[in-house]
C-alpha cells in the first residue's frame, strides 16, 4: 500500500489500463472525464493531492458494472455502516462495493483518504474534507454529463471557480457546488418517488453549514 498516496505518471497509466479492461467504453470514457475534472479543480486546491485524485477519481465507479446484488455484498463486506434507507437505495451500492475491490484487487490504491472519497461519491457524508467534495463535484460536472441539472451545476460551478480572488474564494465555490448537486440530486429522487438516504439529507446540512461560516 502506498501510505503517502502519491503516485507517478507511470503508476496512474498502469491502473488506467487496468480499470480499462472492467469498464464498458462509455463507463471508462466517464471515468476519465471525472478524472480530469478532478485534477482541474485539485491543482487549485489540493495540488499536493493530485495523483491521488487522480487514483480516487479512476477508481471511484470500478464496481458500477458488477451485478446488483454482487453490489450490495460487497457493499456489506466493506465495513461501512449502512443505514436501512440506504440498503433501499441500490443506485448508491457501488460506491461502497468499490472499497471492497480497491482494497482486494488494488490494495496499493487503498489509503485512507481514496477509500473514503470513493464511498462518498454518491451520498457523500456530514464529515466530507476538500478531497471528497473534489471527487463527488468531479462525477456529477464532469463534460461528458448531458443532464441538465449536471450541466446548470457545471456552468455556475465554474463561473464561480474562475471568479474566484483566492483559495478560499475556490473552496467556497466548491461547497456551493457540493450542495447544488446534492440539492439536485434531491429533488430527481422525489421527482421520482424514490428513497432518499439519511447520509445525503446530513451531508447538504453540513454543506450548508460550511458556507454559512456555522
Known amino acids: ?12 497509466s498502469a491502473l488506467r489500463e487496468k480499470i480499462r479492461a472492467r469498464l464498458s467504453p462509455k463507463r471508462f470514457a466517464h471515468t476519465l472525464s471525472v478524472e480530469a475534472c478532478a485534477r ?19 477508481l471511484h465507479d470500478i464496481a458500477k458494472e458488477l451485478p446488483v446484488d454482487t453490489q450490495r455484498e460487497l457493499a456489506c463486506r ?6 436501512g434507507t440506504e440498503l433501499l437505495c441500490p443506485a ?3 460506491s461502497f462495493a468499490a472499497v471492497s475491490v480497491i482494497r482486494s484487487d488494488f490494495p496499493e490504491y487503498a489509503g485512507e483518504r481514496i477509500l473514503n472519497a470513493v464511498a462518498r461519491h454518491t451520498v457523500g457524508c456530514a464529515e466530507m474534507t476538500v478531497f471528497d467534495e473534489i471527487v463527488f463535484l468531479a462525477d456529477f460536472i464532469e463534460d461528458s454529463r448531458t443532464y441538465e441539472s449536471c450541466i446548470a451545476v457545471r456552468n455556475s460551478f465554474w463561473s464561480a471557480f474562475y471568479a474566484a480572488k483566492d483559495s478560499a ?12 448537486s446534492m440539492d439536485r440530486t434531491m429533488q430527481i429522487l ?10 445525503l439529507l446530513f451531508a447538504r ?4 453549514k460550511k458556507i454559512l461560516g456555522d
Open 40 to 58: 482541474k479543480i485539485g491543482e487549485e486546491l489540493l495540488p499536493d493531492a493530485v495523483s491521488a485524485l487522480s487514483a480516487a477519481a479512476l
Open 169 to 180: 474564494g475556490k473552496e467556497l465555490a466548491l461547497h456551493r457546488g457540493v450542495m447544488e
Open 92 to 94: 448508491i451500492y457501488h
Open 190 to 199: 422525489i421527482g421520482k418517488g424514490n428513497y432518499i438516504g439519511e447520509d
Open 205 to 208: 446540512n453540513a454543506q450548508l
Open 78 to 83: 466493506s465495513g461501512i455502516r449502512l443505514t
Open 1 to 12: 500500500m502506498n501510505m503517502t498516496e502519491r503516485y507517478t505518471e507511470n503508476q496512474l
